[in-house]
């Protein structure tokens, strides 16, 4: 049997947190022969919540569960952490400006990012979930000098997800069917989801779709799910998020398969004229836990001009959280 995995959950009491928990301890993450040591990290106010979901861990008597832990303190949280979910984050309140939430969310992930560099292991990586996820995890990294940036990625695989179903529904495909679909830039509305290059059963998708469902439906219907799901269901998805940072992580850790794409938000390298350093959403294959980005894809007019749009929005943020002295 392989060693346990430490894996660090931040806002583990939260609704993420408690579909995403559950799918870890049965091994949907890292594989069925694989033990996994959980350390969830909340504030102090909910670390009590935290204390019931680890009693429900219990009773679940998972099999490959090796360690149950709540911590309020992240040092002690990402101790010895092999990988991390990063979900806890401040929401927006009422009120709030942009600035406001970039710096709340900037003195979370500064101090978590200290502690990863402080305490976490050689090999730890990282998804961000919590919002603005893209410059949450560019605050972590460069709080964590000592562990390569590349490593801290934040969670576009909802956007892929979701992007992957909405194709497969209007052309009566299966899931299984979609390939290489690609989400580039921030994860939020200026996202551009992209089937310029995505196959459904071999046939080329733009063959399948016209170009105005593309532009009037698909790519509306992607980037605005997150806010349908909430006027149906009355609360923001997450069992589908929780799902996505499974996803994301099993396939980092595990790999793509042939011939298929995942999609994550990775520091540029500066691939398709996105500037080095940003964290940007690619298409991404992987192989022996390290990703690579997809090159030579051709861009047309209408992607390079969304493309464009999201990763300006992703410099502004970067500019913002630079001018108060968070990066
Ligand atoms: P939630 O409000 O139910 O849970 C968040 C939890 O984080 C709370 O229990 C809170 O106490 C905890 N928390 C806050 N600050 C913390 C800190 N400093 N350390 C540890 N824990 C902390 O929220 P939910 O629905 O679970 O969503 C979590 C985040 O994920 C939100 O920021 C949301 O916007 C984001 N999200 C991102 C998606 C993506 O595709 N990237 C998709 C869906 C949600």
């Known amino acids: 049997p392989s060693a346990p995995v430490t894996v660090t959950v931040t806002g583990a009491a939260g609704q993420i947190g408690y579909a995403l928990l559950f799918r870890i301890a049965s091994g949907a993450m890292l594989g069925a022969g694989v033990p996994?040591?959980?350390?969830?990290?909340?504030?102090?106010?909910?670390?009590?919540?935290?204390?019931g979901t680890v009693m429900e861990l219990m009773d679940g008597a998972f099999p490959l569960v090796a360690g149950l832990d709540v911590f309020d303190d992240p040092a002690k949280a990402f101790d010895g952490a092999n990988i991390g979910l990063l979900v806890?984050?401040?929401?927006?309140?009422p009120g709030m400006e942009r600035a406001d939430l970039?710096?709340?969310?900037?003195?979370?992930?500064s101090v978590q990012g200290q502690a990863i560099n402080d305490g976490a292991a050689a090999d730890f990586r990282a998804v961000v979930v919590g919002n603005p996820a893209n410059t949450n995890a560019l605050i972590a990294a460069s709080?964590?000098?000592?562990?390569?940036?590349s490593r801290f990625t934040a969670m576009t695989r909802l956007d892929h997800s979701r992007a992957v179903a909405q194709l497969a529904a209007k052309t009566g495909a299966g899931v299984g069917g979609?390939?290489?679909?690609?989400?580039?830039?921030?994860?939020?509305a200026s996202q551009y989801p992209d089937i310029t290059h995505a196959t459904v059963d071999g046939v080329p998708a733009t063959d399948l779709v016209g170009q105005a469902w593309i532009a009037d439906e698909f790519i509306p219907r992607v980037a605005q799910r997150g806010a349908e799901v909430i006027a149906a269901r009355g609360a923001s998805s997450a069992a589908s998020a929780a799902n996505a940072a499974v996803e994301h992580m099993r396939l980092w850790v595990q790999g793509t398969p042939e011939g298929d794409w995942t999609s994550m938000a990775v520091p540029s390298d500066g691939s398709y004229g996105v500037p080095e350093g940003l964290?940007?959403?690619?298409?991404?294959?992987?192989?022996?836990?390290?990703?690579?980005?997809?090159?030579?894809?051709?861009?047309?007019?209408?992607?390079?001009?969304?493309?464009?749009?999201?990763?300006?929005?992703l410099a502004g943020e970067s500019d913002a959280v630079a001018g108060l002295g968070l990066i």
């Open 36 to 51: 996994v040591r959980l350390r969830l990290l909340e504030i102090p106010a909910a670390t009590k919540a935290a204390e």
């Open 88 to 93: 806890g984050a401040r929401p927006r309140g």
């Open 102 to 109: 970039l710096s709340a969310n900037g003195g979370i992930f």
């Open 143 to 149: 709080h964590a000098p000592d562990v390569p940036a």
């Open 178 to 188: 979609v390939r290489r679909l690609a989400i580039w830039g921030n994860h939020s």
């Open 279 to 313: 964290v940007s959403s690619f298409p991404v294959t992987t192989a022996g836990g390290e990703y690579t980005i997809v090159q030579g894809l051709e861009v047309d007019g209408f992607s390079r001009a969304r493309i464009d749009a999201s990763v300006a929005e």
